[in-house]
């Protein structure tokens, strides 16, 4: 195709999305089910696991970003998806002229900003009352940025589950983030676990953030920051093919 | 290229092949330009599940389904951006307001800036909301929500618009309002397909009538041509003191009566011509030593119409719902209006 084809096309997606994201925002940051398990969440796990514990102000930080961008950002697509086929406003996006990618994209979106929000939160709370130094800003930016992309669009493969009820999925979908939290190098870094352990954490992406958290804020990560990047990257690709695959089976079944 | 829609062999089969509901079953038809087609048939017939189908939210186990010459299967994009789809449930965000709904839907069909504000202003002016466009619609009545998903539904102007069972649920006031409105957008030249299991109102409103049950179509005629089918199927119904008596000789006695069913301490008689049945009926009680304790003419129901058509003994329903009973009422007007 032409450029004066697939242009304005590729244009008109894109805002589509962005409404889509807007619409989100504004429709469901106030929704009881998204500040429990969207804002407070985060909080809770950190204080019930971190608190106790001696450690530096900067590793704290760096931890509750990690928890932020995660359990946020993962809260959302489980929390909107099903709600909205509940509602039947899913159909008036799946009806409307643009591509699934598009509408999984804006949805991706909002939990992403949401996550970019209250890791914001976290970070003023971190800088202003702990007085905590970043060591490199950039990377504390493309980390929070590419670890929401990626759990928001984790949590998208939940919401894309065919159901109407959002009780069906918010089972499924706190089992595996509470999985993914505890063999991560989260609450135990990642020099001190066993062989085995380490192993099982380099298979979840909450790793790789949590170690991009380590190497923007106090400044020493164990892995190469840019495999950190890559891999939040690719899993936040890798995972939207599951979610457009179950949409598909969505249109089958009638949901 | 004179149809807006031409359905070929649609089927949808949902679930398990053992288990599983044949929901639509190798249905044909076609939708011409401009005309308002209703799609009749009582619940469950699957009438939602075709007009999901038409509007591509949900994906046909066969057949063919063609959209102003696009066919949906692989080229649904150009008639996304031309249809409007009103769907069974007002699907309107509760927690933004009308305005903020509009502007939304708008920016889903990429209408430029100034021409959403002036058509959004426009429609909810048109549909008696304009006041009220700054508040939440979870303070909306029904009637409210479903006049504000029409105007979403139709925002972008689209040349063909589906609306799945408009009225039912509103007062008569907002019913008719509703009604206006179809036929207004019809009359500015939009395609309709109307879903509904009010007899009533696709007399009232369509230039043709598809009558589907149990996900087969059992007719596709003009309001006209099925009306003398519903008058074939009119009956009368009668409740006559003491109960529970056999009536000897009752199909005898009554020539009138094509088909006689027994409903509870009522009688059901079908009948061509209920005016003729009514004196036989009064003889009939009277020569018994009966006393009629209640007699009423009563339309056809759809189940009727569709057993009618399809040549199958009337008759076989013996059980009354609620729901069949008010269709019947809703019949009865339009044959009487009809006649007059
Ligand atoms: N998603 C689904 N999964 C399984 N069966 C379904 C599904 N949707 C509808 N059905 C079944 O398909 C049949 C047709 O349903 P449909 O909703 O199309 O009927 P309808 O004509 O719209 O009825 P109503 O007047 O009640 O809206 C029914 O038996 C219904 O139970
Ligand atoms: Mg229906």
């Given at each position: 195709m032409k450029p004066d084809r697939w242009l304005p096309r590729l244009q008109d997606e894109l805002a589509q999305a962005w409404a889509v994201a807007v619409k989100d925002v504004k429709v469901y940051y106030l929704q009881p089910g998204m500040i429990m398990f969207g804002f407070m969440m985060p909080f809770f796990?950190?204080?019930?696991?971190?608190?106790?514990?001696?450690?530096?102000?900067?590793?704290?930080?760096?931890?509750?970003?990690?928890?932020?961008?995660?359990?946020?950002?993962?809260?959302?697509?489980?929390?909107?998806?099903?709600?909205?086929?509940?509602?039947?406003t899913y159909d008036r996006l799946l009806a409307a002229p643009m591509s699934l990618l598009t509408l999984l994209l804006g949805k991706a979106a909002v939990g992403a900003f949401f996550a970019i929000v209250v890791s914001a939160i976290a970070l003023v709370i971190g800088v202003a009352v702990l007085g905590v130094a970043i060591a490199r800003p950039w990377l504390l930016a493309v980390g929070i940025l590419l670890g929401s992309f990626s759990f928001s669009?984790?949590?998208?493969?939940?919401?894309?589950?065919?159901?109407?009820?959002?009780?069906?999925?918010?089972?499924?979908?706190?089992?595996?983030?509470?999985?993914?939290?505890?063999?991560?190098?989260?609450?135990i870094p990642l020099p001190e676990m066993i062989p085995a352990a380490r192993i099982v954490a380099y298979l979840s992406p909450l790793t790789y953030a949590q170690d991009l958290m380590n190497h923007a804020v106090p400044g020493v990560g164990l892995l190469n920051p840019w495999l950190d990047i890559g891999v939040l990257l690719l899993t936040g690709i890798l995972f939207l093919l599951p979610s457009l695959k179950m949409h598909r089976r969505s249109r089958k079944l009638g949901y | 290229m004179s149809c807006a829609i031409e359905v070929n062999d649609l089927t949808k089969f949902y679930g398990r092949p053992e288990t599983g509901v044949l929901a639509v079953d190798h249905i044909s038809f076609e939708v011409r330009r401009g005309e308002i087609f209703g799609f009749l048939g009582p619940n469950g017939a699957g009438k939602s599940t075709t007009q999901r189908m038409l509007t591509t939210l949900l994906e046909p186990t066969e057949g063919h389904i063609v959209i102003n010459g696009h066919n949906l299967a692989h080229d649904a994009y150009p008639v996304k951006r031309q249809m409007g789809l009103v769907p069974e449930e007002s699907n309107v965000y509760a927690e933004l307001t009308a305005w903020d709904n509009l502007m939304f839907t708008a920016k889903l069909y990429r209408m430029p800036r100034s021409e959403r504000t002036d058509r959004a202003q426009a429609l909810l002016e048109t549909f008696g909301l304009w006041e009220k466009r700054k508040v939440k619609v979870a303070n909306f009545s029904k009637g409210m929500r479903r006049r504000l998903s029409i105007a979403m539904a139709i925002i972008h102007k689209p040349s063909l618009l589906f609306l799945d069972e408009p009225t039912p649920g509103l007062d008569a006031q907002s019913a008719r309002t509703i009604q206006n409105l179809v036929r207004q957008l019809n009359a500015e030249g939009t395609t309709i397909f109307l879903t509904t299991h009010q007899i009533e109102e696709a007399n009232q409103l369509c230039d043709r009538v598809a009558i589907i049950n149990h996900g087969q179509i059992a007719a596709i005629d003009t309001p006209e041509q099925l009306k003398r089918t519903f008058r074939r199927v009119q009956s009368v119904e009668v409740s006559m003191e003491p109960h529970g008596q056999p009536l000897p000789d009752i199909q005898a006695e009554l020539p009138e009566a094509t088909s006689i069913v027994r409903q509870g301490d009522k009688w059901r008689l079908y009948t061509k011509d209920p005016a003729l049945l009514l004196p036989q009926v009064m003889e009939y009680a009277?020569?018994?030593?009966?006393?009629?304790?209640?007699?009423?003419?009563?339309g056809p129901s759809l189940e009727d119409v569709f057993l009618e058509i399809t040549g199958r003994q009337i008759g076989t329903v013996h059980h009354q719902t609620p729901a069949t009973v008010s269709q019947q009422q809703n019949a009865k007007q339009t044959v009487a209006a009809d006649e007059t």
């Open positions: 796990m950190f204080f019930s696991f971190s608190v106790r514990r001696e450690m530096a102000a900067e590793l704290g930080v760096a931890r509750l970003l990690a928890l932020t961008t995660f359990f946020t950002a993962a809260a959302a697509g489980p929390f909107i998806i099903p709600l909205e086929r509940r509602l039947g669009t984790l949590g998208l493969i939940f919401g894309s589950i065919p159901t109407r009820n959002p009780g069906d999925v918010q089972m499924p979908s706190t089992l595996l983030r509470w999985g993914l939290l505890f063999i991560s190098g989260v609450f | 009277h020569s018994h030593k009966l006393r009629v304790v209640s007699l009423s003419t009563l």
